[in-house]
Nanobody, 123 residues
Framework: HVQLVESGGGLVQPGGSLRLSCAVS????????MAWYRQAPGTERDQVAA???????LYDDSVKGRFTISKDSAGNTLYLQMNKLEPEDTAMYYC?????????????????WGQGTQVTVSS
């Protein structure tokens, strides 16, 4: 059974930095995609950044050049380095791990989420 636990959130002033971590426990497939999402009150949960098992990364335009996603080689820990934080970055941040096996009738997705860590950017 896979579990994800986020940490590292908190209150920071505009222009500051935070580093989020996501610890993954349990066995998961060697082909996977990990991502950080965020959700502010009254809004939908949106993807911020993603990284695949082969280290290919993808960023939302709103965080390009400010945030960096990374992971350890085993895919057991996911990170999000957040620099130059803005009040608009305030949200609950969630870690996600997605894998799938098979195709057609045998396709099975595996989609795991953490409980979230709050990031508040305010002076």
């Amino acid at each position: 059974h896979v579990q994800l636990v986020e940490s590292g959130g908190g209150l920071v002033q505009p222009g500051g930095s935070l580093r989020l971590s996501c610890a993954v426990s349990g066995n998961h497939f060697s082909t996977y995609r990990m991502a950080w999402y965020r959700q502010a009150p009254g809004t939908e949960r949106d993807q911020v950044a993603a990284i695949a098992h082969d280290d290919i990364t993808l960023y939302d335009d709103s965080v390009k050049g400010r945030f960096t996603i990374s992971k350890d080689s085993a895919g057991n820990t996911l990170y999000l380095q957040m620099n130059k934080l803005e009040p608009e970055d305030t949200a609950m941040y969630y870690c996600n791990l997605f894998s799938s096996v098979g195709w057609g009738d045998s396709y099975r997705p595996y989609d795991y989420w953490g409980q979230g860590t709050q990031v508040t950017v305010s002076s």
